[in-house]
């Protein structure tokens, strides 16, 4: 049952983004404490615009780990702490 409630949680929340995408497509998506999310890629399957711009954000650990399990996937994402100015 968890397994399941996850995966229409993330269905939910993959429709309501690809919706504001779409209207928005000259918009910015911020993804704070993106962890191994590959929502980015998934939404491509629905229609978001190529161009749109899309931020994703986490603690420099867990980006390292973003980056050894999803490799070119994560190399846009930025390290750093989303209560700081810095980045």
């Known amino acids: 049952p968890a397994l399941r409630s996850l995966v229409v949680r993330a269905a939910w929340f993959d429709r309501q983004c690809a919706a504001f995408c779409r209207r928005h497509p000259d918009g910015t998506a911020i993804s704070l404490g ?3 999310d590959t929502r980015r890629e998934r939404l491509a399957a629905l229609g978001v615009p190529a161009g749109m711009d899309w931020r994703e954000l986490d603690l420099p650990d867990v980006v390292a780990v973003r980056r050894a399990q ?3 996937l994560a190399a846009a994402t930025c390290a ?3 209560l700081s100015e810095d980045w």
């Open 34 to 36: 993106v962890g191994l």
């Open 80 to 82: 750093g702490d989303a």
């Open 70 to 72: 999803l490799g070119e």
